[in-house]
């Protein structure tokens, strides 16, 4: 059986997650790694972090996907005296390599928006906002829910899809309104409000979501209607599905490649069991003893 090259892989991702789809403002693709070095296993994160890294190392992996970049923004060093730099070092010393697919990803076929969106229920879905005119590319996915059903149920449903955090899952609205149409976007999501208004949903599904935008949204909500409600999510639970679809289809699409060369071969492909949220408790107010 014939292993890829890191090229080979990164053709592989650069099919599926088109970097010319990423935000402008964005930073995705090989960080660091000989194109030329064969790749057996791939691990798939959110976050390039030191726990991630750990867990690379453990495995045995010769590629890190991460959706998160390592580096959004110019840097001058990547010296082993930095938190970042360490990262890029030890990876490099182990002979692993680091690619990250981040709002290009996100708007895929397949992508984060979509395993959200499956994950949560929604059929005869669009992108909130499409790169083109009918693409199926684009920010987000809007549609219908199989069947009504209450927003106390439907955050439920969103609960028990994703990985469990300290946060949860907070919600704004009348638990016992019906809903039957949402919007998902895996992610940091109160910028996209108008979009979610104009589609008329019933209830959208983010992350990050600030008191102000969240509470304009909704006193502008109950004046017009009383929708959208709102059902905010840990931003590494609502990116955290994707890996699995990541992990799936760069599998199948390196075992296309080698085929295609009359090179049977594959990659092995496993998603991170390493919970990169950032918070680690919650504290609630005691109880007054009298």
Same mark, same amino acid.
């Given at each position: ?10 053709? /592989?991702?650069?099919?599926?997650? #088109? ?25 798939? $994160? ?47 010393? $182990? ?9 290009? =990803? ?12 499956? &994950? ?5 879905? $669009? ?38 955090? /300290?946060?949860?899952?907070? /919600? =704004? ?27 008329? =949903? ?43 679809? =990541? ?8 075992? $296309? ?9 594959? /990659? ?9 949220? #950032?918070?680690? &408790? ?9």
């Amino acid at each position: 059986m014939s292993l890829p090259s890191l090229a080979d892989v990164v053709d /592989v991702l650069e099919g599926l997650y #088109p970097p010319g789809t990423a935000e402008g403002w964005d930073s995705v693709g090989l960080v660091c790694g000989d194109p030329a070095a064969t790749v057996g296993k791939v691990l798939f $994160a959110v976050d390039p972090v030191a726990d991630v890294v750990d867990e690379a190392l453990e495995w045995g992996a010769d590629l890190v996907v991460t959706h998160h970049p390592l580096f959004l923004k110019g840097v001058h060093s990547v010296a082993a005296t930095t938190f970042k730099g360490s990262v890029v070092h030890r990876l490099l010393t $182990a002979g692993v390599a680091l690619y990250n697919a981040h709002t290009n =990803a996100d708007a895929a076929p397949r992508g984060v928006a979509d395993a959200l969106a499956d &994950a949560v229920g929604l059929v005869d879905r $669009a992108p909130l906002v499409a790169l083109a005119e009918g693409a199926e590319t684009g920010i987000g996915r809007v549609g219908r829910l199989a069947a009504p059903t209450t927003l106390r149920d439907f955050a439920q449903r969103v609960a028990d899809a994703l990985p469990a955090t /300290v946060q949860g899952v907070r /919600v =704004a609205g009348d638990l016992d309104a019906q809903v039957s149409t949402a919007a998902v976007l895996g992610g940091s999501g109160d910028g996209f409000f108008d979009a979610v208004r104009a589609a008329r =949903a019933d209830v959208y599904v983010t992350s990050d979501l600030r008191h102000h935008p969240a509470s304009e949204l909704r006193e502008r909500a109950v004046f017009e209607g009383g929708t959208p409600y709102l059902v905010d999510t840990a931003h590494f639970a609502s990116e955290w599905l994707w890996l699995r679809y =990541a992990a799936t289809d760069v599998a199948a699409g390196v075992s $296309a490649l080698l085929a295609g060369r009359g090179e049977p071969g594959t /990659v092995t492909c496993k998603v991170s069991t390493r919970v990169s949220d #950032p918070w680690t &408790a919650v504290a609630h107010p005691r109880k007054d003893p009298q």
